[in-house]
């Protein structure tokens, strides 16, 4: 079983900064983990990916966030960690913390969202 735990969201001016964190807790040793990331969803609006991280530390980031954000992974905690800084209104979202894997086949998991919220 696979589970991600995250935490970090909240409500914050622009210009601030927010710290997001997904833990990934898995039972079984069979279980591994190619890389993690994290989406976002405002309202109305598709799902969209911010930034991912892969087991080698290749990076990927959406270009609205390039030089804001900054994604990063702790393999010993199987963490991964989004630094949002200078945080826009436009940033507002619910943001879903991604994991591809593998548990025998290929697996995907999603967290259950946290909200950030930037204030004008």
């Known amino acids: 079983q696979v589970q991600l735990v995250e935490s970090g969201g909240g409500l914050v001016q622009a210009g601030g900064s927010l710290r997001l964190s997904c833990a990934c807790v898995?039972?079984?040793?069979?279980?591994?983990?190619?890389?993690m990331g994290w989406y976002r969803q405002a309202p109305g609006k598709q799902r969209e990916l911010v930034a991912f991280?892969?087991?080698?530390?290749?990076?990927t980031y959406a270009d609205s966030v390039k030089g804001r954000f900054t994604i990063s992974r702790d393999n010993a905690k199987n963490t991964v960690y989004l630094q949002m800084n200078s945080l826009k209104p436009e940033d507002t979202a619910v943001y879903y913390c991604?994991?591809?894997?593998?548990?025998?086949?290929?697996?995907?998991?999603w967290g259950q969202g946290t909200q950030v919220t930037v204030s004008s």
């Open positions: 898995a039972s079984g040793s069979t279980f591994s983990i190619n890389g």
């Open positions: 991280i892969t087991s080698d530390s290749t990076t």
């Open positions: 991604n994991l591809h894997g593998r548990l025998g086949v290929r697996v995907m998991y």
